[in-house]
């Protein structure tokens, strides 16, 4: 093992992540880990990563098999991101952003987008906590949702961002990312979901899918905010606009003007060299004369990334579940699996619940309750 993995700065449904460094290069990288008999959705994402390589998506640095504490362990190897995620940065904040680091990390954002959809890949789970920061702003990160336009025509996702289309069990192509992209906006605008007073994934799902509503657009953006927001949340997926065309919003151009400093404002405290000899100063006794070997100071330098005051936190949304379908990838499996982030238990009861609302069409009012 070529590397000395850190303390657990997320905790998924199906893996842990941790910060790690090389023991080689000294370079410090976030790692993917799960075990190797349940490393499916891991390898999954892998394969997609890595075929990946734009500034607006997280770094793929690559993989391998380890055994630790007598388990076998298939890590996927990324760009370690300081500043956490998004959704972090907005509870930073004081539960919203300004609208020019909206329209900031939206460009990014939409630049990441046009990006994937360029190479034939729907991400399937845009949303605050799956956008991840560093010094240079934002990128798309977490890729365990994600597929090939022309796969299977549902593949999962979050609830609360979850376009029309795809609560009805139609499809999920590139315009489902461009309405979950409006979503994450008005979580960015408001702090808040976008759907408000609903607290059932059933009902709300229901509601996606057949009501003629769309989330409410925050008054408090500009004119050109709100016009960008209609422009992703259009019901029907062939109206709504592209990653491509949003680029060339007003709204985006404008902010890109406004927001040119940006850069400036992350930079980060994260040491990217054994090098960076401020870290160790600030973790040894100045009256101590005691010899630290390398090993010693690598472990220190990890736990002093974790413990810094601004470390992400890299779990799920606290609120909502991400759903994936995972019968293409197990054959055994002959369901779809709702994970719960607050216990980490696979949930199969609701999905008898979605299947019953995705085909209730005849009653396009009547609210189903779990």
């Known amino acids: ?18 910060v790690a ?3 080689s290069s000294g370079e410090i990288f976030a790692v993917k880990s799960t075990e190797l008999s349940r490393s499916q959705f891991l390898k999954k994402e892998h394969k997609i990563l890595s075929t990946l390589d734009s500034p607006y998506v997280v770094d793929y640095k690559g993989y391998d098999v ?4 007598n388990k076998v362990l298939f890590n996927l190897k990324m760009e370690y991101m300081p500043d956490g995620t998004l959704t972090d940065e907005i509870r930073k904040q004081g539960g919203r952003l300004d609208e020019q680091l909206i329209g900031y990390y939206t460009k990014q954002i939409v630049q990441g987008l046009d990006y994937l959809h360029s190479k034939g890949i729907v991400h399937c789970d845009i949303k605050g906590c799956n956008i991840l920061l560093g010094k240079t702003g934002a990128k798309i990160g977490d890729f365990g ?18 376009a029309p289309e795809v609560a009805r069990g139609e499809e999920q192509g590139f315009p489902a990312d461009i309405w979950a992209l409006g ?11 976008p759907w408000t007073n609903v607290n059932n994934p059933a009902s709300l799902l229901y509601h996606i899918a057949f009501s003629s509503q769309t989330p409410e657009i925050p008054n408090i953006l500009s004119s050109q905010a709100r016009d960008f927001l209609t422009k992703c949340l ?36 994260s040491p990217t060299s054994i090098l960076d000899q401020g870290i160790w100063n600030s973790e040894t006794n100045d009256d101590s004369t005691q010899e630290i070997s390398p090993m010693d100071l690598t472990l220190q330098r990890v736990r002093k990334l974790y413990m810094q005051s601004r470390k992400p936190d890299w779990k799920l949304d606290e609120s909502w579940i991400t759903v994936r379908n995972c019968s293409e990838d197990l054959p055994t499996c002959q369901d779809n699996i709702f994970y719960c982030s607050s216990c980490s238990i696979q ?12 085909h209730k069409r005849d009653s396009p009012n009547k609210s189903i309750r779990s």
Not at 1 to 18: C, E, F, K, P, Q
Not at 66 to 69: I, L, Q
């Open 66 to 69: 380890t055994r630790e504490n």
């Open 347 to 358: 949930q199969r009861a609701i999905i008898s619940t979605l299947n019953f609302i995705t």
């Open 183 to 193: 979503c994450t906006i008005i979580e960015m605008a408001t702090g808040g979901s």
């Open 145 to 162: 949702c994600a597929r090939l336009v022309d796969q299977a025509k549902w593949n999962g996702g979050t609830p609360m961002y979850m």
């Open 234 to 269: 259009i019901r029907n997926p062939k109206q709504r606009w592209s990653a491509k065309q949003l680029l060339n919003h007003p709204f985006l151009e404008e902010s890109n003007l406004l927001y040119s400093k940006a850069n400036q404002d992350f930079i980060t405290n």
């Open 1 to 18: 093992m070529d590397w000395t993995r850190g303390h657990t700065i997320g905790n998924g449904s199906t893996a842990v992540v941790s």
């Open 21 to 23: 460094m090389s023991r």
